[in-house]
């Protein structure tokens, strides 16, 4: 089955008991049992199970072609789970362009619990493998990279972690599984900020987590559990919706972002643009190797902060905001957003400059979005 029919099709997308054609949001925190020493019932508390959340789940599974998969109430709850597979004096290795908040998650939380994280450069595998040490036990993946979209080996950092018996976690968000497939590369964990193009509307927070390793699943079911890190009922609900048409908004947005990708290259205002998509981009070849296409979101470097604060106040149809992976265009500045958690000097050394802008293309005609860009630049 090709994706945009298993997106509609191959998961619960109709209700068994009634026959409705979507999945009705089974609000209830409660489920009454029928005897006490009774058959056990699958249903009891919606922190354990619910069956909204369940047929999400399925769909992740099917996006994912996972055995199996988990609903987190953000993608954050769900990084935040991952890492707590850890155990006291455990060392992991993560990019140093890392997304801000797994970034502050490895700083600030991780060392209360004994866990150490050295941050490497991703595209160098001898930079992995120099600071393997006997306790490390994970290696974080993120590629393409937000904001910066640097991009890494995915099947060559798997290889090098395998052989030293490490853990394998893929933040997969930016190209989601419709266009890169980590799992299949051999990453053992796969997760997703469900918030941005899975549901696609910019109107719901949440995560989800993938693999196909069933010890895996049961320490993250307890994990989940002990947490409360589960996804609302009214959220799971959203997102089945906004999954299905996730295969043809990601197109449109996909184009858009290649042709706007290009517009800004070719545009002497602006100093650097980085996008996985063109051929200039210096892992161009890894990524057409792992990736089926640029992605949606492409990020570029003004020269002064007068162009930036120009284009900003003059743009007309991009949101100026935090996020990605909506409907509609979002430009956003990552040192003063994604990346504000950041000190400037974290910041400095990722390469994440104050004049940097990150655009996540939405669907809108793209002769629009160029006219826009045009307008506000000139
Ligand atoms: C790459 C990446 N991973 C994880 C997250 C966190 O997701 P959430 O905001 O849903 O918690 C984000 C948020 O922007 C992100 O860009």
Request: glycine share 6%; net charge negative; with cysteine.
């Amino acid at each position: 089955m090709k994706i945009n029919t298993k997106l509609l099709h191959d998961y619960p997308v109709v209700d068994s008991s009634t026959g409705a054609s979507s999945i009705p949001k089974y609000q209830s925190s409660t489920f009454g049992q029928k005897e006490l020493y009774g058959q056990p019932q699958k249903y009891l508390y919606t922190r354990f199970g619910n069956p909204t959340v369940d047929a999400l789940e399925k769909g992740f599974c099917s996006l994912e072609n996972s055995e199996y998969a988990l609903a987190y109430s953000s993608g954050m709850a769900a990084i935040a789970n991952v890492l707590m597979l850890l155990n006291a004096g455990d060392h992991i290795i993560a990019p140093i362009e890392v997304y801000g908040g797994t970034c502050q998650f490895a700083t600030e939380i991780l060392p209360k619990y004994k866990i150490s994280v050295s941050f490497v450069d991703m595209s160098d595998l001898k930079d992995i493998e120099a600071n393997i040490h006997s306790n490390t036990k994970l290696i974080y993946i993120e590629t393409p990279s937000n904001p910066l979209l640097k991009v890494c080996d995915i099947q060559k950092i798997v290889e090098l972690a395998h052989k030293n018996n490490i853990l394998t976690v893929t933040d997969n968000t930016f190209m989601t599984a419709l266009y890169q497939q980590p799992l299949a590369m051999g990453s053992d964990i796969v997760l997703e900020s469900v918030t941005k193009f899975v549901n696609g509307h910019s109107d719901v927070v949440a995560g989800l987590v993938a693999t196909n390793q069933s010890s895996l699943a049961d320490k993250l079911r307890l994990l989940q559990k002990n947490f409360g890190a589960i996804l609302g009922v009214e959220d799971a609900w959203l997102v089945l919706r906004g999954m299905k048409t996730m295969g043809l908004r990601m197109e449109k947005a996909v184009e858009n972002a290649q042709k706007i990708a290009e517009y800004l290259s070719s545009n002497p205002k602006i100093k650097h643009v980085y996008y996985p998509g063109l051929e200039k981009h210096p892992n161009a070849v890894i990524h057409a190797r792992q990736a089926s296409n640029g992605g949606a979101v492409l990020s570029f470097e003004v020269y002064d902060k007068e162009t930036l604060k120009k284009l900003t106040q003059r743009i007309k149809l991009p949101i100026l905001a935090v996020s990605l992976g909506g409907v509609e265009s979002i430009l956003s500045h990552p040192a003063t957003m994604s990346h504000a958690c950041l000190t400037p000097e974290e910041r400095q050394k990722q390469g994440v400059t104050d004049e940097l802008l990150r655009l996540s293309c939405g669907i809108e005609n793209v002769e629009d979005l160029l006219e826009d860009f045009e307008q506000a630049l000139h």
